[in-house]
């Protein structure tokens, strides 16, 4: 078998039709929020895919595994981009309501930002110009997938 590695132009994703063969661009949509919408936009957008992610943790404390995805969530609406702590602007980390040690009753709480100085990893925290409102989407989208980071 021969592959053909076609990379499609910046702004655009290629989809191939099985039928014709034919393979088209389409524009991805400007906001984040907008592609990101199950967990497998998580993987696409970090350039891996969800069997990859699980043979890399298998054997690993499912803690660790949360956690990871936790990271690579949080830099996908980040677009890739590490928060800079020296340009005066807002980061945001969501905080959660753990209603019990079990994890019953856990739900979205507050949100909180920092400045200069953090109480939280640098990874773990949203950045840029919509970074409340990236928070806000991803905690509605995978607030079952918060809970796992947190309480397994």
């Known amino acids: ?21 034919e393979i088209t661009f389409k524009e991805l949509p400007k906001d ?10 998580i993987f ?12 890399k943790w298998e054997g690993f404390d499912p803690y660790h595994k949360h956690h990871e995805f936790e990271l690579l969530m949080v830099s996908a609406y980040n677009e890739g981009k590490m928060p800079n702590f020296t340009d005066g602007t807002d980061k945001y980390y969501p905080i959660f309501n753990m209603g019990s040690p079990s994890g ?13 100085l953090s109480g939280v990893g640098a990874r773990q925290v949203f950045c840029g110009p919509n970074a409340k409102a990236n928070m806000l989407d991803a905690v509605k989208k ?10 397994i």
């Open 1 to 21: 078998m021969k592959t053909l590695k076609i990379i499609p132009p910046n702004g655009q994703e290629a989809c191939f039709d099985k039928k014709t063969g």
């Open 32 to 41: 984040i929020k907008e592609r990101i919408n199950s967990i497998e936009d």
């Open 104 to 116: 019953v009753g856990f739900s979205f709480f507050v949100f909180d930002f920092w400045h200069s």
């Open 44 to 55: 696409k957008l970090n350039g891996t895919t969800e069997d990859d992610f699980n043979r």
């Open 142 to 151: 995978f607030l079952p997938q918060y809970k796992d980071s947190r309480t």
